[in-house]
């Protein structure tokens, strides 16, 4: 598929009609999910074929690109249940096969769980401090190959810092520098939008055997949601 073409898809798809702010819900537009999933499958060859989570899914975009990129399975993880019935409704309108599943990313249960690939635009930290190093983190857990987020460009050493000495990153590397279109999303925002700059990042897991620690399984509820 052309880059173009999954652009135009995406497009299509169905966003936030009203976003949590608590979850610091945006919706990752159809520009650059494109070409973060493009990069990924034709720079590095880590989705067609492989098995990728989208954490913190929302309305699906990442997942239903990775889907239109021929992954061999793709699972969309959100904590929040509305966003997660309108990835299902966009994974349904293109006759996509997703699975869903509700679950705080910081509580998963790792037992049995682990993917080739995760996908994400995290929280950026800015309503609950850390929560982007949660994700961070819990993605190199469960990915073998790659984790690749957006984060702002104005924390990018923070990130490297914490990624490689704290999450057991074996290498953390900026892709390249975006700009994010920010819609005025929420009622304290003044501007009809804001342009920020954000950092597209491929993060390699440490081999399990170099240094990596199990994680054990949680007691949790975890739904599923089917089409």
């Not at 950026?124 to 957006?150: C, H, N, P, Q, W």
């Amino acid at each position: 598929m052309k880059l173009k073409q999954l652009e135009g898809l995406l497009g299509g798809l169905q966003q936030f009609t009203a976003p949590k702010v608590e979850l610091e819900q945006y919706a990752t537009g159809p520009h650059i999910a494109s070409r973060m999933l493009y990069t990924a499958e034709n720079s590095f060859d880590d989705i067609t074929g492989k098995v990728v989570a989208d954490f913190g899914c929302g309305c699906g975009t990442l997942s239903v690109a990775s889907s239109l990129l021929d992954a061999e399975h793709v699972v969309g993880i959100d904590i929040d249940p509305q966003s997660l019935e309108l990835a299902q409704e966009n994974a349904a309108d293109l006759e996509l096969d997703i699975d869903l599943l509700q679950c705080d990313i910081k509580n998963l249960n790792l037992r049995g769980l682990l993917v080739d690939t995760v996908v994400m635009n995290p929280p950026f930290g800015t309503s609950r401090k850390g929560a982007d190093m949660e994700f961070i983190s819990m993605g190199l857990k469960v990915a073998s190959r790659a984790v690749y987020s957006l984060h702002k460009t104005s924390t990018r050493e923070h990130i490297k810092k914490v990624a490689v000495r704290s999450c057991n990153a074996l290498s953390a590397e900026v892709l390249c520098e975006l700009r994010y279109n920010l819609p005025q999303t929420y009622k304290f925002h003044k501007q009809k939008e804001v342009d920020i700059a954000v950092d597209f990042w491929r993060f390699v897991p440490r081999p399990r055997d170099e240094g990596s620690t199990a994680c054990p399984g949680t007691n949790l509820k975890q739904r599923r949601m089917h089409r």
